[in-house]
């Protein structure tokens, strides 16, 4: 069974850091794309960035370029998003996303092979 499990989120002061981490457990971590996703209150799911297999290859939202960094570790299997200068409007849950085959999905969110539950970061002004 395959498990995406995210950490890290909290609350944080506007200009503070955070860094979520999602294990994964069930699948060959290596071979799998890796995504960041989020949702704010009232909003649809949003791509925040996305990293290929070897780490390599990394795509970030306009609203994350500069300020996040996505990394991965895979003989953790975990996938990483460091968030700095964080402002009240990156407050959302953060949903981590795995595709076995397709980078696009997990710079889209379309037909993404598995999700996590998502974990809550909080940013106060």
């Known amino acids: 069974q395959v498990q995406l499990v995210e950490s890290g989120g909290g609350l944080v002061q506007v200009g503070g850091s955070l860094r979520l981490s999602c294990v994964a457990s069930?699948?060959?971590?290596?071979?799998?794309?890796m995504g960041w996703f989020r949702q704010a209150p009232g909003l649809e799911r949003e791509f925040v960035a996305a990293?290929?297999?070897?780490?390599?290859?990394?795509t970030y939202a306009d609203s994350a370029k500069g300020r996040f960094t996505i990394s991965r570790d895979n003989p953790k299997s975990t996938v990483y998003l460091q968030m700095n200068s964080l402002k009240p409007e990156d407050t959302a849950v953060y949903y981590c996303?795995?595709?076995?085959?397709?980078?696009?999905?997990?710079?889209?969110?379309?037909?993404?092979?598995?999700w996590g539950k998502g974990t809550l970061v909080t940013v106060s002004s």
């Open positions: 990293i290929g297999w070897s780490g390599i290859l990394t």
């Open positions: 069930g699948l060959y971590f290596s071979n799998n794309y």
């Open positions: 996303a795995s595709d076995r085959w397709s980078y696009s999905a997990v710079c889209t969110g379309t037909g993404v092979n598995y």
